[in-house]
């Protein structure tokens, strides 16, 4: 699986969009971008994930670029419980393919 | 979203015993399921892959003899902690993908501390 690259902490404030960047400039063709947060103490939660399209749901958006080398999540209207570790993995979709994760980014909401 | 379980959430053993964690699918079944490890202020670590039906497979540098992993059925994988010491005190999480689904669920994780 490729490598993943994110700033190890970020500050937002309260109401505000939280972008977290990511670099997976060794991305190949058949890996999607996935994005998982993990609140202290807790397991991993699913966020969202792509191949080479934008993609939205109801928690966040995520931005690919057109050369898949770099993608963004982001947090609309972040909240104090959407402090978490952020942790960006890229991998392909065969069933059973398990998850590798780096060291993620700490995003801080402050009020 | 389907629902993965662990059991204990916590537990407390002395040095030298063993210790089993749980890791349940509750709501589907799971031909494979994850086992990872995490220490205050890193990340998840993958130990091992469980099979149903078949022998783990471990990354490398975990010791298979001490970190005795059991998939008996669809929806339950056991990890066995054996002869524990205090530096195998961590967050043990599992997680289960399900059958085509993109998502990957993880447990709430699992607190050993090892006296």
């Known amino acids: 699986d490729a490598k993943t690259t994110q700033p190890p902490s970020m500050d937002c404030a309260e109401g505000r969009a939280a972008n977290l960047p990511c670099n997976h400039s060794?991305?190949?063709?058949?890996?999607?971008v996935y994005w998982y947060r993990q609140i202290h103490s807790q397991g991993p939660q699913y966020i969202i994930h792509?191949?080479?399209n934008n993609e939205t749901n109801e928690m966040a958006s995520l931005i690919i670029t057109e050369d898949r080398k770099s993608s963004t999540l982001i947090l609309p209207h972040a909240t104090l419980r959407d402090t978490a570790v952020y942790y960006c993995?890229?991998?392909?979709?065969?069933?059973?393919?398990?998850?590798?994760f780096g060291a993620g980014t700490i995003l801080r909401v402050k009020s | 979203g389907a629902v993965v379980s662990q059991h204990p959430s916590w537990v407390i053993c002395k040095s030298g015993t063993s210790v089993k964690i749980e890791c349940r699918s509750l709501?589907?079944?799971?031909?494979?399921m994850f086992w990872y490890r995490q220490f205050p202020k890193q990340s998840l670590m993958l130990m091992a892959t469980?099979?149903?039906?078949?022998?783990?497979?471990?990354e490398q540098g975990v010791e298979k003899d001490k970190f005795l992993i059991n998939h008996a059925s669809l929806t339950l994988s056991t990890l066995t902690v054996t002869s524990a010491h205090p530096e195998d005190s961590s967050f043990y999480i599992c997680?289960?993908?399900?059958?085509?689904?993109?998502?990957?669920?993880f447990g709430p994780g699992t607190r050993l501390t090892v006296t």
């Open positions: 997680s289960a993908p399900q059958t085509g689904s993109y998502e990957q669920y």
């Open positions: 060794t991305i190949s063709g058949n890996e999607y």
């Open positions: 469980s099979n149903e039906g078949s022998k783990a497979t471990y």
């Open positions: 709501d589907f079944q799971a031909t494979t």
């Open positions: 792509g191949l080479k």
């Open positions: 993995i890229v991998r392909d979709m065969e069933y059973g393919n398990k998850l590798v």
